[in-house]
C-alpha cells in the first residue's frame, strides 16, 4: 500500500514538472534579469509616423533560389497610381533612403544617389535594394557580378535579380500602376544596364548615370592596361565585408608617399592583407585584357542582346572615375535603334555624378548656371514621365544633348559624333606636334627629328598637386575635381614635353574622340605613355583674373606601352626603336575660343592615379621587384616620316 501511495505522488510530482516545462516552453519571453529595475528600452518599438508625407516599407524580396534581398520602399502618403522609380546598390539602402531622417521625403532623399527633385514632386514611389550580399541582403558578394556563363557559373546574376525584383514589386506594390523605370550613378548605374539584359515586362525606361561598363579598358579599375591605384582602397572597403565595416587606412598625409612606399601594387596588396579578397586576386591575375574581362564588359553584353528598353544613358564629360563606358555603351546599341527613339544620350559638363546635384561649376571652371538643375528639369523629369506615368505625353528630346564646353551652351544633335577617323559626315583632322614644340594642322618638314626626356620612376609626376589627397566626396577632399585642375604644374617640368600652337582667332571646335597618334622610343623595354590635350586661357581674364594662363585639360588619358601590338598581347618594346602608338583620348565636345591656345603635354607616369610602369618589361607589372624599375630615355618624334599628331574630331572649321 504504501508503495502504491509513493509512486502515485511521484507519478503526480513528475506530471506537474511536465506541465509546468510545457508552460514555459510556451513562454519564450525573456525574463527580466532584475525585474525590480526594467529596461527603459521595450522589447520592440514602433515609430509614430502617421503625421509623415510618405509611407515607408522595409521588405526582403525573394529571388529565384531563395536568396532575400533587403528592400527599401517610400511611397508618397496618398499615392493610388504611381510609377515606380528602382535603385539597386552595394552602398546601403538604408542609407541611401534616410540622409537625414525626416517626415518629409524629400530631406530623407536628398543626397546620393537620389534625383530627388524629380522624385519627390512627379510623386513617384522610391526603390532602393541591397546588392546580392551587400548590407541587409543574403547571398554573396561579387564585384559586378556577370551575367551567368563563362564567369558565373550560377543561375542567379543582377540581371535575374533584377527581374525577380521588378516581378515582386509590381505584384505586391498595390499604390503601382505596374511601370518601373531603373536608375544609378556609376555602380548603381551597372545595374541598370543588367536590368536590360532579358527585361522584365513591367521595365519601361532605364538611365544609367556614369556606369561601370568595361573596369580594364577605360572605368574604374585600369586605363588602356595602366592599373589606377587609388582604386585599391575602393576595393579593400568594399569586398572586405559586407557592410564596409574595414577602412582603408595611411600612415602618410600625402598619397603620392604612401604609394611610393611600398614600391609596386601588388606588394601594397600583400601588405593590406588584400590576398584575402577574391576579387584581388582576380585582378591581380589578369593584367592584360583577356577573356575575364571582356566577357564581362557591358557594351559587348549588350551589344548580343535585343534592344527593347528605352533607355538614356547620361555621361560627364570630366568623369574622373567612369569617363570611358557609357560612351562604349552608346556605340554598341545605338544601331539597334531602327526608329531613333529608344537610346537617347546625354553628355554634361560635370565630375562623376554631379548631374544629381548642384552644377553650376566644376572646381576653378564656371558654367553661368546650374547644368545639372537643367538637364533634371528639361530632360530627365519629361523623359521618365513619359514612360512612367499613365497617359504621360511623347516628349521632343533630342537623340544626343551636349553641353558644349569653352562656350558654355547646350546643344541639341541629331547623332554622336559629329567627326571622327573613319565613317561621320565630317572627318578629323591631325593636329601635329611640330619643332620647337609648336603644335598645328600643317605636317612637319624638315627641323629636328624628335624630343627626348627622362623618365625616372623613382620620381614620377603627380597627377596634381602635392599633397595628394585620398579618394573622397566630403571633408573638403576635391577628388572629383582633378580632371580640371591647372595643368600647369605639369607644363613646367623636364620630364613632361609640351606643345603650343598659335593664338587662335576664330573657335575651334571638337565633338567626338582625340585619337592620339603617337611616333616614340624608349631605351627601357615597357613604357607608359599619357597625353594631354588642353584649352590654355589667354594671359589675363578680366573677368575672372585667376583664369589667367589656366591650362584647363580637355581631354586626357594614359596607355601601357606593352599592349600596342594588342590589349590581350603583351609584349617586350623593342629598345631605341621608334614605335607607332594609337589610342583613344575620352570624348570632348569643346570649344576653343578665340585668345585661347591650344596644348598637347606628352609624358610617362601619372601618379599615384596609376601604378608606375617599371620600364623593364616584367610579365606582371604587380609583381614587379625594386630592381625592375629603371630610368629610360624617352623620344616623341614630328619629322615628315614619323610623324605624332593628334586627330581631332574639328566641326564647323
Known amino acids: 500500500m504504501k508503495i502504491t ?56 524580396i525573394p529571388m529565384r533560389d531563395g536568396v532575400k534581398l533587403n528592400t527599401v ?38 543626397g546620393y544617389d537620389n534625383a530627388t527633385d524629380v522624385i519627390v514632386e512627379d510623386g513617384y514611389i ?15 558578394y561579387v564585384m559586378n557580378r556577370p551575367i551567368h556563363g563563362t564567369l558565373n557559373p550560377t543561375q542567379v546574376d543582377d540581371a535575374t535579380d533584377t527581374y525577380d525584383t521588378i516581378d515582386w514589386l509590381v505584384k505586391n506594390v498595390p499604390e503601382s500602376n505596374g511601370r518601373v523605370g531603373t536608375i544609378g550613378i556609376s555602380y548603381d548605374g551597372f545595374e541598370p544596364l543588367m536590368s536590360l539584359v532579358n527585361p522584365h515586362p513591367a521595365l519601361k525606361v532605364a538611365v544609367p548615370m556614369n556606369p561601370m561598363v568595361d573596369g580594364w579598358m577605360g572605368d574604374d579599375w585600369f586605363h588602356h592596361g595602366a592599373f589606377r591605384l ?40 600583400k601588405q593590406y592583407g588584400m590576398q584575402q579578397l577574391g576579387f584581388w586576386n582576380k585582378l591581380t591575375a589578369h593584367p592584360a585584357y583577356d577573356a575575364f574581362w571582356s566577357d564581362q564588359a557591358m557594351d559587348k553584353v549588350l551589344a548580343a542582346q535585343p534592344l527593347k528598353v528605352p533607355t538614356m544613358l547620361v555621361h560627364s564629360l570630366w568623369d574622373q572615375e567612369d569617363i570611358y563606358g557609357d560612351i562604349a555603351v552608346y556605340r554598341a546599341i545605338k544601331p539597334k535603334d531602327r526608329h531613333g527613339d529608344m537610346v537617347k544620350l546625354v553628355m554634361g559638363p560635370w565630375h562623376h555624378g554631379q548631374e544629381i546635384d548642384e552644377a553650376s561649376s566644376l572646381g576653378a571652371i564656371r558654367f553661368g548656371s546650374d547644368t545639372a538643375k537643367y538637364f533634371r528639369e528639361h530632360i530627365l523629369r519629361p523623359y521618365l514621365a513619359q514612360y512612367l506615368k499613365d497617359g504621360a505625353p511623347k516628349v521632343d528630346i533630342a537623340p544626343v544633348t551636349a553641353y558644349q ?14 567627326a571622327c577617323e573613319e565613317g561621320c559626315n565630317a572627318k578629323s583632322r591631325p593636329l601635329y606636334l611640330q619643332t620647337s614644340h609648336e603644335l598645328g594642322f600643317s605636317a612637319p618638314g624638315a627641323g629636328n627629328a624628335y624630343d627626348e626626356y627622362i623618365s625616372d620612376p623613382a620620381h614620377p609626376i603627380p597627377f596634381r598637386a602635392r599633397p595628394i589627397q585620398p579618394v573622397g566626396y566630403d571633408n573638403g577632399l576635391t577628388w572629383p575635381q582633378w580632371l580640371v585642375d591647372d595643368q600647369r604644374e605639369a607644363s613646367g617640368r623636364t620630364d613632361v614635353l609640351t606643345y603650343v600652337s598659335d593664338v587662335l582667332t576664330r573657335p575651334l571646335t571638337i565633338a567626338g574622340t582625340p585619337v592620339v ?10 613604357s607608359d605613355w599619357v597625353v594631354k590635350l588642353i584649352d590654355v586661357y589667354p594671359d589675363q581674364v578680366a573677368e575672372q583674373p ?76 604587380f609583381l614587379a621587384g625594386p630592381a625592375d624599375y629603371q630610368p629610360a630615355t624617352q623620344r616623341v618624334y614630328h619629322s615628315a616620316q614619323l610623324a605624332s599628331y593628334i586627330s581631332l574630331p574639328v566641326t564647323g572649321n
Do not use: C
Open 5 to 60: 501511495v509513493r509512486g502515485t505522488h511521484t507519478a503526480l510530482l513528475a506530471l506537474l514538472l511536465s506541465l509546468s516545462g510545457a508552460a514555459l516552453a510556451m513562454d519564450d519571453t525573456p525574463k527580466p534579469q532584475y525585474p525590480d529595475y526594467p529596461s527603459e528600452t521595450p522589447a520592440q518599438f514602433k515609430p509614430a509616423g502617421e503625421s509623415f508625407d510618405y509611407v515607408e516599407r522595409d521588405v526582403k
Open 73 to 110: 520602399i517610400l511611397i508618397p502618403k496618398g499615392t493610388q497610381r504611381a510609377g515606380m522609380v528602382l535603385t539597386r546598390t552595394p552602398y546601403d539602402a538604408k542609407a541611401l533612403t534616410h540622409h537625414v531622417m525626416s517626415g518629409h521625403l524629400g530631406p530623407m532623399l536628398q
Open 126 to 140: 522610391r526603390v532602393i535594394q541591397d546588392i546580392r550580399g551587400k548590407y541587409g541582403s543574403e547571398g554573396d
Open 230 to 269: 587609388q582604386n585599391m582602397a575602393y576595393i579593400y572597403e568594399q569586398s572586405a565585408s559586407r557592410d564596409n565595416y574595414y577602412k582603408w587606412w595611411s600612415s602618410f598625409h600625402d598619397d603620392y608617399d604612401l604609394f611610393m612606399h611600398y614600391v609596386s601594387a601588388g606588394e601594397m596588396g
Open 405 to 418: 564646353t569653352g562656350s558654355n551652351q547646350w546643344q541639341r544633335l541629331g547623332r554622336w559624333p559629329l
Open 517 to 526: 597618334h603617337l611616333a616614340a622610343s624608349t631605351s627601357g623595354t615597357d
Open 546 to 621: 585667376e583664369m589667367g594662363g589656366y591650362q584647363l585639360a580637355v581631354s586626357m588619358d594614359i596607355f601601357r606601352g606593352r599592349y600596342r601590338e594588342g590589349y590581350d598581347k603583351p609584349k617586350p618594346l623593342a629598345a631605341n626603336q621608334p614605335l607607332s602608338y594609337r589610342f583613344d583620348l575620352p570624348t570632348a565636345n569643346h570649344a576653343f575660343l578665340p585668345g585661347h591656345r591650344v596644348m598637347v603635354q606628352v609624358q610617362s607616369s601619372w601618379f599615384p592615379l596609376y601604378d608606375r610602369n617599371p620600364q623593364t618589361f616584367v610579365p606582371n607589372i
